[in-house]
Antibody, heavy 128, light 110 residues
Framework: EVQLVESGGGLVKPGGSLRLSCAAP????????MSWVRQAPGKGLEWVGR??????????DYAAPVKGRFTISRDDSKNTLYLQMNSLKTEDTAVYYC???????????????????WGQGTTVTVSS | QPVLTQPPSASGTPGQRVTISCSGS????????VNWYQQLPGTAPKLLIY???QRPSGVPDRFSGSKSGTTASLAISGLQSEDEADYFC???????????FGGGTKLTVL
């Protein structure tokens, strides 16, 4: 089964920037839709955003709290997903997970069902 | 504040059946498919149920999902100590154009 490995987390000051990466060693992600989900300390899960495959236009969707500050991109030649985070706020402190999203594909059915395989997460701390 | 509403906690004894609810609206649970995720302590979430009631391969059939109107439910039968975890529901929200989650339910096996 595919394994996702996030990296790039760390400590950053408010207003700063950070870029997270997500790789899948040995697997090709070019046909997959991918998402980022975060979890603040002791809190629940919060969807950050999603990028579709290049075949589907590589279009992106974002949650309201991060729209305009975060950018999701993909480099299929490197088999890597990115999350560029700018203008960071203390409330962005969280563990960030990348996910490989799933589709049901059969003779009679084809539909998207969302976050399927999850990485182990990378921790982002925004603090002065 | 989470868009979907789950009870913060649930509990049961080994062998019992427990149910966790997830309440939403017509723009999310009522109109779209619901997933359930299990998060064991200190680990990443894992997909438990997708498309309301489908189990990924490897998930025991003790776990089942259902949906009626704007409420989805996760049932766990034959409760085991290793089921102690946080459980989250999720659905696409047409109004927000994004995925929304429940606040999570902490399941304790007594």
């Amino acid at each position: 089964e595919v394994q996702l490995v996030e990296s790039g987390g760390g400590l950053v000051k408010p207003g700063g920037s950070l870029r997270l990466s997500c790789a899948a060693p040995g697997f090709t992600l070019s046909n997959d839709w991918m998402s980022w989900v975060r979890q603040a300390p002791g809190k629940g899960l919060e969807w950050v955003g999603r990028i579709k495959s290049k075949t589907d236009g590589a279009t992106t969707d974002y949650a309201a709290p991060v729209k305009g500050r975060f950018t999701i991109s993909r480099d299929d030649s490197k088999n890597t997903l990115y999350l560029q985070m700018n203008s960071l706020k203390t409330e962005d402190t969280a563990v960030y997970y990348c996910t490989k999203d799933g589709f049901v594909s059969s003779l009679f059915d084809y539909y998207y069902y969302g976050m399927d395989v999850w990485g182990q997460g990378t921790t982002v701390t925004v603090s002065s | 504040q989470p868009v979907l509403t789950q009870p913060p906690s649930a509990s049961g004894t080994p062998g019992q059946r427990v149910t966790i609810s997830c309440s939403g609206s017509s723009s999310n649970v009522g109109g779209n498919l619901v997933n359930w995720y299990q998060q064991l302590p200190g680990t990443a979430p894992k997909l438990l149920i997708y498309s309301n009631n489908q189990r990924p391969s490897g998930v025991p059939d003790r776990f089942s999902g259902s949906k009626s109107g704007t409420t989805a439910s996760l049932a766990i039968s034959g409760l085991q100590s290793e089921d102690e975890a946080d459980y989250f529901c999720a659905a696409w929200d047409d109004s927000l154009n994004g995925w929304v989650f429940g606040g999570g339910t902490k399941l304790t096996v007594l």
